[in-house]
């Protein structure tokens, strides 16, 4: 079975796993979203990841990590009257959050205008299917991004940024999906 595993953002990580052959096979590359505002990246994502399904052919199923459903939480420095100070606030923002929903939005689209079969992962849940944990007490995103390109090398599956390992994982989670499960099964029954 073909997965194409998806970490979007404006650089969408991608991964393509043939699930009969070694993982060490798995092609990695990234798409670059641009465009001043959120609908002109949501298109150029689109659009690409459209070139991208022309170049690689017709994948079982879509894996894309799961987009932002609240902001997450962190510190940040800023500016209040030329005095810095440090506060707790929304880690990337309500920009990020509309981003990250727009742009898997702009794939989940093209997804049910193919009729491609898409399954959305939440990180902890692929991270755990990749890493063999999703909790890590202290990490911060930094580490995880370490762990994952760590884990890329173990494999050796040849990654050259954060983001197309972070597809990896995601590509190799799918395979524990209900979706893959019955993609698997109605594929076995046509053989049969």
Known sequence: MIVIGLDIAKTTGWALYDTDRSISAIQAGVLK???EDFEDRSESLGRQFGLLLKQVGRPDLVAI??????LPQGKRTTKMMGEKEIIVTSGGGTNAMISSNQLVGAISALCGWKALPRVCIPAATWRKAFLGFARHPGWERKDWKKAVREQCARERIVVTNDDMADAVGIAIAAKNTPEFKQIAYEQSRRAA
Not at 65 to 70: A, N
């Open 33 to 35: 979203a641009v465009g």
């Open 65 to 70: 990590e799961t987009p932002l459903r609240t």
